[in-house]
């Protein structure tokens, strides 16, 4: 099976862009859903408000996905470190960002830092680290059918489509640091 990594900063959009993909008839592995259902969520670290995942136990657990023929998509913020094919990097301005994690009831401090891991283009930089086709889509104001045409046209083989390092947050610097 061909495994897609479909991954961002939480926030900015995977979910609803996974549920399109979903309703086009894709499937689509919730990373969070499957993490629970494994029983492979680690220590609870209060302060940043997350669990720890071993990472192996994590891609052992997706050894079935990718034993079957087709394609799957991995929805998560962590997906980009999984054994995957393909890398999709879902971005989002870090203004709108901040009040969609507000809106989710996200403490501030949380807000903030995820809105840093954003402007810093943290999982765009560690997705590019690897040796993985990555490519980056700006889900700020789209709808999640438009970032879904995107998606499946990369998958098909359109050549050039939303490269990496084409969204740059770096302006927002000084405000959020």
């Known amino acids: 099976m061909t495994v897609i ?3 961002g900063t939480p926030g900015v959009g995977k979910t609803s862009v996974s549920a399109e993909l979903r ?10 859903e499957h993490l629970k259902k494994y029983g492979l969520l680690g220590e609870r ?3 940043r408000d997350t669990y720890n995942v071993d990472m ?16 799957v998509f991995l929805d998560s913020h962590l997906s980009h470190e999984t054994d995957c094919s393909r890398i999709i990097v879902l971005r989002c301005e870090p203004h709108v960002l901040a009040e969609r994690l507000r ?3 996200y403490a501030e401090r949380k807000v903030r830092e995820n809105v840093q891991a954003e402007v810093l283009d943290v999982i765009l930089c560690e997705s590019t680290d690897t040796e993985i086709p990555v490519n980056e889509i700006d ?11 995107l998606i499946e046209r990369i998958i098909k083989g359109e050549g050039g489509l939303c490269p990496p ?3 740059d947050w770096s302006g927002e610097m000084e405000e959020w640091f």
């Open 5 to 7: 990594a479909l991954t």
């Open 23 to 32: 309703r086009r008839g894709y499937a689509v592995v919730d990373i969070n």
């Open 45 to 47: 670290d209060v302060l």
């Open 56 to 71: 192996d136990a994590l891609n052992s657990s997706l050894a079935e996905y990718r034993a079957k023929p087709g394609l």
């Open 103 to 105: 809106a989710r009831g």
């Open 139 to 149: 889900c700020t104001y789209g709808k999640a059918a438009d970032a879904a045409v």
């Open 165 to 167: 390092g084409k969204v």
